[in-house]
Nanobody, 131 residues
Framework: QVQLMESGGGLVQAGGSLRLSCAAS????????MGWFRRAPGKDREFVAA?????????????YYEDSVKGRFTISGDNAKSTVILEMNSLKPEDTAVYYC???????????????????WGQGTQVTVNS
């Protein structure tokens, strides 16, 4: 059974930084995507960032982001450990949300950005940014 375990999050002042971590267990996928989504109060869950792990060497480790977090957030990970980290800098009050780790059990040539693209989800971790 695939499980995703998130850690990190918390309360920070605007302009501050936080680090989220996620570890996936119970899978044997060799081509997969791990990413982060977030759900702000009263809004739909939205894509934040993702990293692709692939048996095609030049694709493995490629990352992509939602436009509003580019330049502020960095996603990285360890394929061997099935872990992903989201470093969040220059945080804004509008980044306040529950952040979810997600895993897509295959890769494609189109970036996976929709909830429906991902098969497995973590429980979520709260990030609150005060102004």
């Amino acid at each position: 059974q695939v499980q995703l375990m998130e850690s990190g999050g918390g309360l920070v002042q605007a302009g501050g930084s936080l680090r989220l971590s996620c570890a996936a267990s119970g899978h044997t996928f060799s081509n997969y995507v791990m990413g982060w989504f977030r759900r702000a109060p009263g809004k739909d869950r939205e894509f934040v960032a993702a990293i692709t792990w692939s048996s095609i060497s030049w694709r493995s480790g490629t990352t992509y982001y939602e436009d509003s977090v580019k330049g502020r957030f960095t996603i990285s990970g360890d394929n061997a450990k099935s872990t992903v980290i989201l470093e969040m800098n220059s945080l804004k009050p509008e980044d306040t949300a529950v952040y979810y780790c997600a895993l897509k059990s295959e890769t494609s040539w189109v970036d996976a950005r929709s909830e429906g693209d991902f098969n497995y989800w973590g429980q979520g971790t709260q990030v609150t940014v005060n102004s």
